[in-house]
């Protein structure tokens, strides 16, 4: 059973059709990486699995279980509401531009979402966070105010903070694409470890090579559809559809 | 000369009591009727930019008619209406007419400085506190009010000090604020003396509100 299952989304803002029927399924452990031009509607996807934004029709099916069921916007799925939150919890999102609470210290973003909506004790939130802030290089900036941080670091801390949930799924809209040049390889290192460990990921990314090492799956957009999917190897040496060659000739 | 100031400064002492009494009126209504308007405010902005479209228009319309009409007029409203709607109360409820006339007025404006200091957060923090699976009042409660609230003490600060300063209107309804107090002497005495120590007690207020309310924006910009 996929983690992720989409059937012929689409979504509409007014009068313009952003995506356009987007199926996509993702398996257990799966890294798949979206790439595609401005305005492809990559974000709007990742942003409509999180329900950060409604979709127009087309259904949305987390782990088994239908999250959306739209025609016309109307949800034709039967979750109750806690039962559609417990199924959001299953999916951490990573920001482009990290979205981190500026008056919280690093610790405290990362321990503060299982302490307030799973429950958790301070105590056993807070040692968790410090074990997460380990994994991501971060052990001497716990106790720091985010506006101490580079974008790297804060990008780490988003990263440590969604995990923190223990989602089954990662989405990562363009983690990468508010740094400078020289901090992309700390994050990407963090997120290529997570892959490595079997975590399932769904990474909108600008950075070819990243995609290329890490991605079980390349995902081309353009205009609201996808238009190719392939393994790495596959699309990089071979692209079938017109625009994905003319995009990565663009890019590469 | 020598004469005429000490005669001055004996009298301007003699004066000190009366109006301290009379500026604890000043300083008692004003104080509470900026607290009760910062929590109707909360709540007023919070409609303001809530989904409902029917709340919305109430709490717009809120604002409209108390930003939209003299505080004058709403005082001297609610001084004659309120032995209306409630018999057990009298024209001589003058205070509490005054507390709440100012309290509402007060409420719509500071509505607006709230809303504006909510929706100057970047969108993104909301989204990633919905994202962490925070409820829309979690995420109020924790991550966007105490974020505004550095935005918020300036403005609410201001507001005070206008409030402070507008109360003197309730000498319309014969309530004894400093304002009143200071013309009542002014009257009797027949000399323009008494409005000394008075503006002094006026500067006073405003200077110790204006330096607590640095400190409170200092204190929430502490992160930055
Ligand atoms: N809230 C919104 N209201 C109206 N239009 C929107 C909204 N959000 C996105 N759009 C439009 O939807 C289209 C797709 O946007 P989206 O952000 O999903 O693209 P993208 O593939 O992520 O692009 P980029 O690589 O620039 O991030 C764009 O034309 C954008 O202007
Ligand atoms: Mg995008």
Redesign the pocket.
């Known amino acids: 059973m996929p983690l992720i299952e989409t059937q012929n989304i689409t979504k509409r803002?007014?009068e313009?059709e952003?995506l356009k029927g987007i199926s996509l399924t993702v398996q257990k452990g799966e890294t798949i990486c979206v790439i595609?031009?401005?305005?492809?509607?990559?974000?709007?996807?990742l942003?409509a699995l999180n329900h950060l934004?409604s979709i127009t029709s087309g259904k949305i099916i987390i782990d088994g279980e239908v999250l959306d069921d739209r025609e016309n916007g109307i949800n034709k799925s039967i979750l109750t509401k806690q039962q559609e939150s417990d199924i959001l919890l299953e999916m951490g999102m990573v920001f482009?531009r990290f979205n981190i609470f500026p008056h919280k210290t690093v610790l405290e973003n990362v321990a503060l979402a299982p302490e307030k909506v799973r429950k958790v004790s301070k105590a056993d939130a807070e040692k968790r966070a410090r074990d997460l802030l380990e994994t991501v290089g971060l052990t001497d900036k716990t106790d720091v105010y985010p506006a101490k941080l580079s974008g790297g670091q804060l990008q780490r801390v988003a990263i440590a903070r969604a995990l923190a949930m223990d989602p089954k799924i990662m989405l990562f809209?363009?983690p990468t694409s508010a740094l400078d040049p020289e901090l992309v390889g700390e994050v990407l290192n963090v997120i290529r470890k997570l892959a490595q460990d079997g975590m399932t990921m769904l990474i909108?990314t600008?950075e070819i090579g990243f995609a290329r090492d890490v991605a079980d799956s390349i995902v081309f957009?353009a205009d609201?559809l996808i238009l190719e999917q392939a393994p790495p190897a596959e699309i990089f040496a071979n692209p079938k559809n017109e625009k994905t060659k003319s995009f990565l000739q663009a890019v590469l | 000369m020598f004469e005429s100031i000490l005669h001055g400064l004996r009298q301007i002492a003699g004066w000190i009591i009366p109006l301290a009494q009379a500026a604890e009126v000043t300083l008692a209504l004003s104080v509470i009727s900026v607290v009760i308007g910062i929590i109707g405010g909360v709540f007023i902005a919070l409609g303001r930019i809530s989904r409902g479209k029917i709340l919305k228009r109430i709490c717009g319309a809120y604002i409209f008619v108390f930003r939209g009409t003299p505080l004058l007029m709403q005082l001297f409203f609610l001084w004659t209406a309120l032995p209306l709607a409630i018999p057990a109360l009298t024209m001589q409820n003058r205070f509490l007419a005054a507390v709440i006339a100012f309290s509402l007025n007060s409420a719509a404006y500071q509505a607006e400085i709230i809303r504006a200091a909510i929706q100057s957060i970047d969108p993104g923090q909301m989204e990633a506190a919905k994202s962490l699976g925070l409820t829309y009042s979690q995420a109020m409660r924790l991550i966007i009010f105490p974020q505004s609230i550095k935005r918020l003490v300036p403005p609410i600060g201001n507001e005070f000090i206008m409030v402070l300063k507008d109360t003197s209107l309730v000498q319309m309804i014969s309530l004894v604020d400093l304002m009143k107090k200071t013309n009542q002497i002014q009257s009797s005495a027949a000399t323009a003396l008494v409005y000394l120590p008075s503006a002094v007690m006026y500067l006073i207020f405003t200077g110790v509100f204006t330096w607590l309310f640095n400190r409170l924006e200092k204190h929430h910009a502490r992160y930055e």
Do not use: I, N, W, Y
Not at chain 1, 36 to 45: L, R
């Open positions: 803002f007014g313009l952003v595609g031009p401005s305005g492809a509607g990559k974000s709007t996807f942003r934004e482009q809209d363009e909108v600008h957009m609201g």
